[in-house]
């Protein structure tokens, strides 16, 4: 994987109200709009995404991306405190 590239996602972003009360959590389309934006081929679309743990809004998290096998594809993870939120595949679309 290459360099980390951090993020964080406010306590008071607007999609969070009622992810869940008393518990935040950070939706996964938050997640993934953060990851998108900070591809670093910019363009791409998502092959797939598998979630595993919440995010907690407020603390800053780290999206990794490596290539793929292939060579047309990227390979992401998405880490907060060193446990991993979520990983996936991005196409490289040109």
Do not use: N, Y
Request: proline residues 11%.
């Amino acid at each position: 994987m290459t360099r980390a590239i951090r993020f964080s996602v406010p306590a008071d972003h607007p999609a969070l109200a009622g992810h869940f009360p008393g518990t935040p959590m950070v939706p996964g389309s938050v997640i993934l709009e953060r990851i998108l934006a900070l591809c670093p081929t910019g363009s791409s679309h998502l092959d797939f995404i598998k979630f595993q743990h919440p995010l907690i809004p407020g603390r800053e998290a780290e999206v990794e991306f490596g290539p793929a096998r292939d060579g047309r594809a990227l390979d992401f993870r998405c880490l907060q405190s060193g446990r991993s939120i979520c990983a996936g595949r991005l196409t490289i679309t040109p």
